[in-house]
């Protein structure tokens, strides 16, 4: 019985483990896309202020700074990902 128990939390804590943050690209693209135009067009008085405005952005959409982290991270292996930023930003910011 014993052994069966320990069995079990390991596979529990494994689990948990695995079940990260996870994120919607239908709602980071945009969101990436116009946070990246926006803070172009804007003045802060210092960088608590931008940090201020993003952590806003980012309540504003319920989103966590956990789930933008995962985000930007698969931006860097994921070349169709960023190519749809890319798309987003150019309709966005020049559209």
Do not use: H
């Not at 116009?34 to 806003?56: A, I, K, P």
């Not at 319920?62 to 960023?82: H, M, P, S």
């Amino acid at each position: 019985m014993r052994f069966r128990i320990t069995i079990a939390a390991v596979l529990v804590t494994l689990t948990s483990a695995s079940c990260g943050a996870s994120f919607d690209a239908e709602l980071m693209v945009p969101f990436e896309a116009r946070w990246q135009c926006d803070v172009q067009r804007s003045v802060y008085e210092d960088l608590d202020n931008l940090t201020g405005t993003f952590d806003e952005r980012l309540a504003g959409n319920g989103l966590t700074a956990e789930i933008y982290r995962e985000f930007k991270d698969a931006l860097t292996d994921d070349v169709e990902l960023r190519t749809r930023v890319l798309a987003e930003y150019e309709n966005y910011c020049n559209g």
